[in-house]
């Protein structure tokens, strides 16, 4: 089992999740982040002083999902997620030790 | 000049002024996190602009010396001759300065109920450019019109505080910006949603604390009228509010507090022409139609496609003319003898002569502001560039953020 | 008619009316994010709902001529005969109008009120049956009582503005409710802590802002009493904030922006009855107390165990039996020559009356809530089930969510 | 006693009541979010405390009876002889106690003026002793000097509404203030941003809003006069919103919301003092220039390096001073035949009488506050410790949290 | 070393918490994030529009502990958040290569 | 590859970023967390209630980097959040299996 973790643009929220869902994911769980990067940030101004922020809001998807879906995954949220401007952001894939489902104590595969 | 009646037109004055910022917070729980900031300025910078504007030459254009029942004269500009004395022409004992200021504070929120309906994508810059344009060649003359000596109020149309003056010729405008600047952003595919309910229902609150300013104030002297127009007032928004969470339980399986603030307006807008002239029941029934016919209304858009971000023609718009041919029909002598009665009180012809006032202030409110969104598109822009409405207009257009809780 | 008694009483209404999203957004912050809305709808619908019953039966059942002391007749059904004259028994000096709608947002915020007590629970449609029928057979017949014709006020029970109608009432109609409905899920186990403490602190402001109109209209005149009654809420409301955070500084180790603005309203409460009886000093010392009495109060609900979720009974009731008796002890005929001596100036026998007032005030509304409660309960059930609780009022109830931001 | 009179004066002075926690909202939305009640409650408590010393003996400081022109007598301890018959001296046609209070309000909000330069870092203690003893030993004899029968009011010098007594006075106390408790950590290197804009826009307009009660409530009579001020003060408060945002917008590409509510306050101070005596033109001019003036203001912080926090100096000093030699520049018998001529109607001297008052306000204030500060200093420190100022305010002193979204 | 990341429902927080606490674990970290899984979402309405909306308000609790410790962990955290309706949450296991403490600059097992 | 995880007192975001800037690290992702520690929490009072509140705000701070830039990442990180005080938090390390760049599609150390 892997975990895949998208961070992306806020507003591809709703189309990556359609994409997963396709892919017969049942399950995600998502977080709002700020993110650094190579997408430059904005200017604030309060009463003259301004700052400039770097932090850009920013959505992580963390999807547990069977090994054997990883490619189609990988493949199936680049394409929601892509718009080829710098801040498009970044998958990464992590290991997995056990998942374990609190309703039922089901674990591994069928917990997922 | 009456200590009584002054009294009361500047208190009703500060209360309209404090509807604005009302405005301000109704319109800006609405929109998107991103862009309240930008929502609330157009209707804050209203207080501004418009103010000035309205001392410069808007109060002439709209109570100077009537040129051919369209258009005020110059006489007034830059308040020449607007003292402390009470002017002959108008509300004769107060001064004309509590005349002029009460007339200004109408004026500003006009222009800022125009804004719900190109929330969260207008530029600023092409929004101030607009409003001062509007003020300028749809406000005055249609507040000349109707309240200034012209053809409007001489046909004898009825609007006691400003069912045209304000409500119809803002919800028109409102129809041809939905048109000219198109819709959102990802409208009809993403969904939005109101960011903070609790700010709606905080500017609903000052709106209707400020329409008994509005409403009772139009009077121009505190007398039984005032009471009366006080009390139509508090009826109507009343009633519209539970007509509406009433209906939408109906369709929908639960009253909303959206829809009881919703309501709480269109009710106020509906009552608006009326209020000095009908009685608390018929203010009842105008009052309670008022709040279905809006809840229908808003629909509109999404069977037409156009974008009204925020509902103006909707509540301004549609509350604005059923408001104005209700009073056709539940006007009566016997609340206001300087009034007309209507239909209901046995004279058809009102109804037609508000008929017509209708269509003559939505046709010129519409035509000109549609031409005046187009000369301003064409100049500057109206519409901020995609990536600026994504990232919205708080931080695109005035460089803040909202929160940062 | 009076020019400005008639303005003034306009605006005290329009203050009165303002109060009642005031206190939507008072009771509002205090509640989970979860429940902002479905709060701040029990407060705000009553400004619809209530503005019906009291125009089509409420007014007349409170004013309406006397039956046996009891009851208003229904002579002013529909307001009928209620227009732009004074009315000959109430308030002389205005459009019998203003009388009316000043005494209608009185009956408007007197439910709004109990909401606290069953707040984050209770199911709209329930609340919504409640309040009808509480207005009618509590409020009305309560309010007759007093300012009415009816035996209260005819056995010379003082209440300047509302102390037992408005407080004492609605504090034991709270107690009945919180009884009733019981606790809320997770009561004495989880914390409950406000969501939103400045929301709190602008509905405390507008509370007070709005009390002015509250216990100085209720002179019914502009004159020197109505003057006094504005100085005494002031110093009431202050003297009360203090005291509050002074002993919570003792007891918690700090002062607090909740205490204090539970301390204002505590004062407010406490003042109310007495406000046009009094003097400042004597104001100083009722707040003062009342501050302290109220402190205490709240803590009966976690001796009791009964789940008063926003302290009305702590507030309110304890606050308006303070103020009933303290108005006892310390009215003068110096202040107002219409009323009558408390014990502190040798006439011990009014601390009796206002004694037996408090007591037919609070076993009545207690009784009579009580039953309605059960009533109402056995229909449609008073309470959300357990999922729409945890999930809370505002999603399960309204569809809504306060805050996206 | 005036009916009219007196309901204008009961009316302002609530709306000069309400602006206290609009200062709370619009302070408190600058501040970050960890700070933000302990902001609110340094406004919010002056309601309770300065209420009980204006009572007690702050009003018979500023309004007893003129000892050598410097301070008022104790003839009016405790409200002693302030009743409800008129005062022969002030206000002669309003109840002595409605002049009182609405004298009281100045003095409530004036302290709460000077707790923006010290925002996110006093001691809630210090600054309850602070403010008692600053009412007492700075307000009182200013308010005497210049509306109490004292020399600066004597020698000629106008101030309408309290250029002097408020803003000047609180502006240089916040000078001294910030000078003393020294900047907040990390001033000059962490980002300080408004943690809630539309709270701030909200105060901003409950300030606007009120500043009609302040202004042309000054009048103290209904009249053409106080219509003038109600008109003055708007247009200020326009112009300088406009000129604000507009220098902002060449400035830094962008105007911004908080632009706005800071012109239209830095709008509503600088016509304080002249509200009264100038005409709308003038109002215009000095509005405009008031914009400009504090925006450039608020810069100086950075230049000398102390840490106003909400810009008390640059808006409320600065904006004070330029108010008051404006008076000296655009006053006009014309507008007010009580008042005088200002320089450019004729009459040099009156510029110069406002400098020496201007200068006698500034150095007393800043002087006094500056030795007060340092003796509370020693008594019981100013400052919380670092820990508490990393934690905030509302914690560490209030041990409550604002949101719990 | 494990990371154990517990996603369940927001009121269930504090049981968790105290079950941790007492098999003897001394930190943990909390964040608020928002679940698409089996348990259905709710509709919202706002002027007439009806909005479904999928996302339920989750924690997820994020506890590094030894490896040792995982059965009981496991155990304890499911007796804690089960309540046998859908939606109770899922729990993942990580493997964890290091730990430092930032005060102290310990690291491994002393560091958790 | 690995994933730093670090997850230190708030104000301290800034000077962390700066450390990890001068690594010529380009990208970061940072999420407000509540933590449970050996730091004690704080006392509220609301109307006479008292509550213990025992977590503390925190920010987690999560870094992708190459495995060779870890102890330099681990020790930069360590200099700037350190305070000494307790509550400066922890770091954790885990084990990264793939990295893909949205926007191009990249993968691996070039995603980074
Ligand atoms: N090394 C990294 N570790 C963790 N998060 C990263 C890393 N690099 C980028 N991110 C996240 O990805 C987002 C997008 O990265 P950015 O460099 O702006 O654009 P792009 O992904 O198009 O190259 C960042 O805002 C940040 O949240
Ligand atoms: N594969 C997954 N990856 C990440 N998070 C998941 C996954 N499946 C479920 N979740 C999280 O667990 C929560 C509960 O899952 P759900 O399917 O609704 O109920 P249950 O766990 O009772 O089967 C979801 O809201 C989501 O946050
Ligand atoms: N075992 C753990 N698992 C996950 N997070 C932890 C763990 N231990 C500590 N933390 C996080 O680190 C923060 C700081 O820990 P704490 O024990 O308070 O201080 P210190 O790190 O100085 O010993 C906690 O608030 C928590 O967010």
Redesign the interface.
């Known amino acids: 089992m892997?975990?895949v973790e998208?961070?992306?643009r806020p507003?591809k929220l709703?189309e990556v999740?359609e994409s997963l869902t396709k892919l017969g994911i049942?399950?995600?769980?998502?977080?709002?982040?700020?993110?650094?990067?190579?997408q430059r940030g904005?200017?604030?101004?309060?009463?003259?002083?301004?700052?400039q922020v770097?932090?850009m809001p920013?959505v992580?998807i963390e999807v547990?999902i069977e090994e054997t879906l990883l490619p189609e995954v990988?493949q199936a949220?680049?394409e929601a997620?892509?718009?080829?401007?710098?801040?498009?952001?970044?998958?990464?894939?992590?290991?997995?030790?056990?998942?374990?489902?609190?309703?039922t104590?089901e674990s591994g595969r069928e917990?997922i | 000049m009456n200590g009584a009646d002054t009294v009361f037109i500047l208190v009703s004055a500060a209360l309209v002024m404090f509807m604005t910022p009302g405005l301000a917070l109704f319109y800006g729980g609405m929109t998107r996190s991103k862009n309240v900031l930008g929502t609330i300025m157009q209707s804050f910078i209203c207080l501004g602009i418009i103010t000035l504007v309205w001392i410069l030459w808007g109060y002439s254009l709209s109570f100077g010396k009537d040129i051919g029942g369209l258009i005020g004269g110059l006489n007034f500009i830059g308040l020449k001759g607007v003292g402390m004395e009470p002017s002959p022409d108008y509300a004769s004992t107060i001064p004309h300065l509590a005349f002029m200021i009460f007339q200004g504070m109408f004026a500003i929120i006009t222009p800022a109920l125009i804004t719900g309906a190109f929330a969260e994508r207008m530029k600023f810059s092409a929004f101030l450019l607009f409003t001062i344009l509007w003020t300028t060649i749809v406000y005055s003359p249609l507040c000349h019109w109707v309240w200034g000596g012209g053809w409007m109020g001489a046909m004898g149309a009825l609007d006691f505080a400003g069912g045209a003056v304000v409500h119809m010729s803002s919800g028109s405008a409102a129809l041809a910006a939905a048109l000219v600047i198109g819709p959102r952003r990802g409208f009809g595919k993403r969904s939005f949603v109101p960011h903070n309910l609790p700010m709606t229902l905080t500017g609903a609150a000052i709106l209707w604390f400020g329409w008994f300013g509005f409403n009772a104030g139009s009077a121009l002297a505190i007398n039984g009228l005032a009471a009366n127009a006080f009390v139509t007032t508090h009826i109507a928004a009343a009633a519209a509010a539970v007509s509406w969470i009433f209906i939408e339980w109906m369709h929908h399986g639960k009253p909303t507090t959206l829809g009881l603030a919703s309501g709480a307006v269109a009710g106020l807008v509906a009552i608006t022409p009326a209020a000095g002239f009908v009685g608390p029941l018929s203010a009842l029934v105008i009052g309670f139609a008022g709040g279905i016919i809006c809840f229908y209304g808003i629909h509109l858009k999404s069977k037409f496609g156009y974008d009204d971000s925020l509902d103006v023609v909707g509540i301004h718009g549609l509350g604005g003319v059923w408001g104005a041919l209700a009073t056709g029909l539940f006007a009566s002598k016997m609340i206001n003898p300087d009034g007309a009665n209507g239909l209901f009180f046995g004279n058809p012809s009102q109804l037609w002569i508000q008929f017509v006032s209708v269509v003559a202030t939505c046709v010129f409110s519409f035509v000109a502001s549609f031409v005046l969104l187009k000369i301003v598109d064409s100049i500057i822009g109206l519409r901020v560039n995609d990536e600026d409405e994504e990232q919205g207009l708080d931080l695109s257009e005035h460089s803040e953020r909202a929160y940062q809780l």
């Open positions: 892997k975990k998208i961070i992306t507003f709703d999740k049942k399950g995600m769980t998502v977080t709002e982040v700020k993110g650094f990067g190579r904005h200017k604030e101004v309060y009463r003259g002083a301004e700052y770097d932090f920013k992580k547990v990988l949220v680049q997620a892509r718009t080829g401007k710098v801040g498009d952001g970044k998958i990464f894939v992590f290991p997995v030790d056990d998942v374990i489902r609190i309703r104590g917990a």
